[in-house]
């Protein structure tokens, strides 16, 4: 990015550098499609503050934009440092001008609002600078993307052009190729017909030029058969061989063994055995034959050699050893299982038939396989890991107000929880100083003073109306002076808790704790009930020990319990009352109006007869808060801690209880 020289205060920019038209007309025109698309990329709505929340955190937000938009200018990230800019500024001028402590006059609301103005001031001085260092750096970014443009093409036409001679090359080396090949082609077709008629040459003449073989007469029969029985008409061999080459007949050489000849007719063995075929008649006879074999015993099978023991191996033993055939095996049947071919004990399951591996052997000894041999697995196969459950996408907002709104219908119909009207509500009196409007955050805990104060089991409607009316609007009008807030100005819980304590309206022995959080969220609003239920704090009671290490036992919970419970710019109280039947149930006062078709508008009091119900009530009280634009960001957006102030879910609870 281009480098913005110099600095202007902490963090801040130097002198901005010219336009790029060298006048103001010009400014912002080169980056405005990037500015555009990083506004859009920020939320429509600017973030909503709360007048639960002190303004001071408020406050606190703002310098850390402005810390970021000061680190991003340092580090020449343009874009980073535009949208921190953005945000800060619209922030200060959209945000933090709706909280009621705004406009308060106390010292330190008055220093903290000067502080912010003057940021606000200098972030819009260094945002022109910012636009005017990304018109230089389109400029020059327009002008690398076009000589880059510029080397691509002339890169493609150098490589349009290497191609279109590689190509060429190819071409000629292809008719080239083909040429010797057909060449070659040529060469190898003569020499194989010079090498056909050389062999050609070289056969010897074939003997009757009829192609037929001679047929011997009954007088070369008979000569051939009394040669075979060493009976020769002729005084000589040669003679009769001059006799046989006029037959076209060859003999055979004397030193040759002769054939073996079948028994005489007429003999016992020649009856028994079958007769041979008759000699070809190109042999001829010989002498010094030696005795025909013995038929009388079979050679020896090859699974009979491989039983034979090697010699020394026994000296004692003489002959073959015994041997066991094995049974015909059934045509078409399948070869052994790979456990019987590599040596354990094994059967067809289709025929009874013994395997080759279960015959005796005197070579080696049989291999038997463990039982789960093919089961097995390798040693170095990976051990199978259970794949991970893939985390399960939040549910809409919206989908579950209506489930909610469904619950609580249901529970309203079989009386879980019942609804009872009051005869006033906050506001109605605005005259004589009975003014309670935007009085929740006092009034709740009014009413939970009055809870834990009271006899019987719980409080009276009487008492929530006269607290609404009577006790409310001087109380209001005391801490808006002390702070120096408008009359309809909402006040801090904190404030509110700290003036009734001073007062000696609420005994901060009394005080059970504060919890808070995502009121969607089962964990966080159940340590709430916890509190309300018990009436003390499980987690401090885990840490609690006597003089002696042990720790404490449990308490007994308490009968009577009170709240203040927060929420959207609202204060509910929330009180548990226990009647004579020992079963708690859990009211919730609301101070502001409800429509009724029979008494018109008036506050409420909401009963929940379990645990549960309540917890059910809150939640679809809860969600028929959230707007549209708290949808959006309920479904863009996980629940973070550091982000709680603006987050639409979060709560926080004041609770009280009495003996």
Known sequence: MTQVNGRWGSGGLGPAPPPPSGDLRGRGVPSEERRRKLRESEPKQPPTVSNICPLERYYAASDKLLAAFDESVAADDLDAA????????????????????????????????RKNLFDLARIIDALEKVVDAMDLEEIERAKREEEARKKREEMERLRRKAMEMQRAREEVDRRRREAEMEQQRKRDLEDSVTAKLAMLNKMPPRAPSSGTLPVPSDADLENLSNIFDGQRKGDNVGGK?????????????????????PPPMGSGVAEATPALPPPHPDQAPS?????????????PSYSELMDKPSEGSHHGQKGLAARQPPLPVQDGAPPPPYAAAAGGARRDDRTDVETAHQRSSAISTPFVPPPDWEARQPSSAPKPTKPKKPEAAPVPIRTLRRACTSEYESMKKRKAVEIFFLSTYQGRARHGGRDSTNGCTVISPLVAAKHLRSEGAGIADVMIEDVIDREAPPILHSIRSKLGLPGAALIIPSDVHDYLVDHKILSQ???????????????????????LQDGYDHKHLKDLKDDEGNKRPVPKRKKKVAAAFFFHEHVMSIIKVVPSTGKAWYDIVDSLPHRDSRNGAKASRTRCKDRSCLEATLRWYASSKFTDSDCSYIDRNRWDENMCDFDPRVFQAFVWAAD
């Open 82 to 113: 535009y949208i921190y800019g953005l945000r800060f500024s619209t922030f200060a001028t959209k945000s933090l001008t709706k909280h009621d402590y705004y406009n308060s006059d106390r010292p330190v609301y008055v220093r903290l609002k």
């Open 509 to 531: 022995e009394e005080f059970v704790g504060v919890c808070g959080g995502n009121v969607m969220d089962t964990a966080h609003l159940g340590e709430f009930l916890d509190l």
């Open 241 to 261: 061989e001059s006799q046989l080459v006029g037959t076209g007949i060859l003999p055979i050489p004397s030193d040759l063994p002769p054939p073996v000849l």
């Open 287 to 299: 002498d010094n034959l030696p005795p025909p074999p013995s038929y009388s015993e079979l050679p």
